[in-house]
């Protein structure tokens, strides 16, 4: 296993760096299939006989995985190198598929929760970080555009797998013509095990291809120094270690775990939700099964732009500004969802297309906004910690979700009234963050490490 090791993934002189989003892509596409959960949830609900809450669950334990994973390996991540990393993330993805469909065969759920849940979720948070890290690298004199590439095809991933989920499962299921059909448990059991092949051939391109820069490397006409620092922009650093112990840490945790949760339960419930919003008197909904997993890829087609999109105008306007839209008109978006967005199908299409931007902004721009707050000295390893807010909100959207729909009433019988709960607490929620980031401040020297102890990266000597 040696050809996974860190030295034989070396770039040799001359090589081309553009050649590496797409191995990056590689492994965000695959993993950002969580993100289209929404496709076979009520399918799970009939097949297992359980509530949304219960369904729900596989999905926040994922995320939850996700965070702690990336918290917990970061450190392992940049030790071993991008392709190591990259590789073991495939086989944990592709192994909660597999584990996953044995539990919707034999009607197990709690081995879908380990399959999917755990197994799969360590997946994502070693894939999660590992390009990321490396495009950073790269592209140091772009780092909002590195760290909107890399972290884009996460968004991305269920605007391909939510079609193709779909279209499987018709081809799996015989009774898919059927008026108000609902996919059976068996044509999502196929589903994961194709899945699980499908991922783990198209991660693994990702990891033989990926390269990291030779030690001293840095694009031509490449001058740290010119990089202009704004108000927030410390030139000092500050360790793993005592960034846990700052303020300004906290705030930000706090400030993306609100912005994760209002977002996530969007996601979470994307497909039944538009068409609960648009649900007749009759009980049948205006929106079908398949616009409704068109629609989800729409979001990711958001969710993937405003990622690339927003991050990149934050190396203009500032970080603690782009995040005050995100908190701030998110917040008047959500508002506006719930107590007008039935009224027209474009309105609800637009809001939710903006408000998932704003989600996938808030992940692409907190890279940089640790790297302004603490400096380029462990960033890496304090982004891990701070993914742990994702795992957090990845539990508490869903749950305030599902656990408000729950008491509305049953899958099918939802209307847009059914939401208003649950969308106006999440603008509570976004003005709490909202305040959380306006209460961001430069860190206190007393952090900062001493100059004659400063570890700089190889790229920025």
């Known amino acids: 296993m040696g050809w996974l090791d860190r030295n034989h993934s070396i770039a040799p002189p001359g090589f081309n760096r553009w050649l590496v989003p797409p191995a990056a892509l590689a492994v965000h596409l695959c993993i950002g299939q969580a993100y289209a959960t929404s496709v076979y949830k009520t399918a799970l609900v009939k097949h297992f006989g359980a509530s949304l809450t219960e369904i729900g669950v596989i999905f926040s334990i994922a995320i939850v ?46 081995l879908v929760y380990l399959g999917y849940g755990i197994i799969g979720g360590i997946g994502l948070g070693i894939g999660y970080i590992s390009p990321v890290s490396t495009l950073i690298k790269w592209f140091p004199d772009r780092p909002g555009l590195a760290t909107g590439m890399a972290i884009m095809g996460f968004g991305g991933g269920a605007l391909i797998a939510s079609p193709v989920s779909t279209a499987l499962l018709k081809l799996y299921d015989p009774n898919s013509g059927a008026k108000g059909w609902v996919a059976s ?33 840095r694009p031509a006409g490449f001058d740290p120094a010119k990089v202009k620092a704004a108000k927030l922009v410390t030139t000092e650093n500050v360790s793993a270690k005592n960034a846990i112990k700052t303020r300004q840490f906290w705030l930000l945790w706090v400030a993306l775990f609100c912005n994760v949760t209002a977002g996530i339960g969007i996601l979470e419930q994307a497909a039944p939700m538009i068409q609960d919003f648009f649900r007749q008197p009759d009980g049948g909904s205006l929106v079908s099964a398949g616009v409704a997993a068109g629609f989800v890829g729409l979001l990711s087609i958001g969710n993937m732009t405003g990622r690339f999109a927003w991050s990149a105008t934050s190396d203009v306007t500032g970080r603690k500004r782009i995040y005050m ?52 000295y462990q960033v890496g390893a304090i982004h891990g910690r701070l993914l742990t807010a994702w795992s957090a909100a990845g539990v508490a959207g869903p749950l305030i979700v599902n656990a408000i729909l729950d008491a509305q009433g049953k899958p099918g019988q939802l209307n847009a009234a059914s939401y208003q709960p649950a969308l106006l607490t999440m603008v509570g929620l976004l003005v709490v963050g909202f305040l959380a980031n306006l209460l961001i401040k430069p860190v206190d020297a007393r952090f900062h490490e001493p100059r004659s102890q400063r570890h700089e990266p190889s790229l920025e000597k």
């Open 325 to 376: 839209v995100y908190l701030g008109v998110g917040a008047v978006l959500y508002t506006v969802l719930a107590l007008a967005g039935s009224t027209a199908t474009a309105l609800y299409v637009l809001l939710a297309f903006v408000i998932i931007s704003f989600y996938g902004g808030g992940f692409s721009t907190v890279p940089a906004y640790l790297r302004d707050l603490f400096g380029t």
């Open 65 to 110: 995985m996700l965070g702690l994973s990336a918290a917990v390996m970061g450190t392992w991540v940049d030790r071993n190198g991008p392709r190591k990393a990259m590789f073991t993330s495939a086989m944990f993805w592709a192994g909660g598929f597999l584990v996953g469909s044995l539990g919707i065969f034999t009607h197990q759920l709690w």
């Open 185 to 217: 448990g068996d044509a999502v059991g196929k589903l994961f095990l194709t899945l699980a092949v499908v991922y783990l051939a198209y991660m693994l391109f990702g990891a033989f291809t990926i390269r990291v820069p030779a030690e001293g490397w």
